[in-house]
């Protein structure tokens, strides 16, 4: 078994004036095979981004541990019109990755933004595009693509395709499965929505309040969960058919 990440024993507290100490993350443990998925579950405040962007270099952690094994780590967030920079069109931006690589040679930088952006599923035509008049669902193909130009190991996506249409989630979601088949790369999955992380993980993990509660092969967490809290996710979901219960004077 190759790891592409090792975490142990991740704490995270946040301090303020107003409210003191908050404690984000407590002991959290947990690794990533190479070209497999992970999925952190967890309501909203359970600590899943703070983990991912502790992973990513974004936060420093209390205490504890990340390890990766391989060229870096690179993150596709939430929005990605808030990734991109409105002013500068898209095959610019991929030039600019490219060149802080180290890729000094034009049609090298070319040829490889051509090949990126044929990767999620757009064309050249593209590269000439500003973000503003790109639909969200190729803004997020975008992303990806630049969080891909630096061939990362492992590509940390946070909710990141929750703010998609089901159809265009779908296609992304497609997407990304392809790209992993191909190039073998990692995936650290954060998502509170059960039914996209049933479709793209191989294992999971849930945090409630910062704690780590269970873990395991994503089809045996959601189908027979071991904590109440996780069962609770799961009663959560709604499913066809669910009516609101109608109160009654």
Request: contains cysteine.
């Amino acid at each position: 078994m190759t790891l592409t990440l090792d975490v142990r024993g991740l704490c995270k507290t946040f301090r303020s004036r107003a409210d003191g100490e908050r404690e984000a993350l407590r002991d959290v443990s947990f690794s990533v095979e190479r070209g497999s998925c992970l999925a952190v579950v967890g309501e909203s405040g359970s600590g899943k981004t703070t983990a991912a962007r502790i992973v990513a270099g974004l936060e420093t952690a209390s205490a504890g541990t990340v390890a990766l094994t391989g060229p870096g780590v690179q993150m596709v967030f939430q929005d990605p019109y808030g990734s991109l920079d409105p002013r500068q069109a898209i095959g610019s931006g991929l030039h600019e990755l490219l060149r802080i690589r180290g890729m000094r040679n034009k049609a090298e930088r070319v040829e490889r933004v051509a090949e990126l952006l044929d990767s999620v599923g757009l064309d050249e035509r593209h590269a000439a595009q500003y973000p503003e008049s790109l639909s969200g669902g190729q803004r997020q193909r975008v992303a990806i693509a630049r969080a891909l130009a630096l061939d990362p190991a492992l590509l940390i996506l946070d909710e990141a395709v929750s703010a998609l249409d089901v159809s265009v989630q779908a296609q992304v979601l497609n997407l990304l499965a392809d790209i992993r088949e191909k190039t073998q790369i990692t995936y650290l999955f954060v998502s509170h929505d059960l039914g996209v992380v049933r479709q793209v993980s191989d294992t999971c993990i849930v945090l409630a309040d910062g704690r780590l509660i269970e873990q395991g092969r994503t089809a045996d967490v959601l189908d027979s969960p071991q904590e109440p809290y996780t069962q609770a996710l799961l009663d959560a979901v709604p499913r066809p058919g669910w009516r609101p219960r109608r109160r009654t004077a």
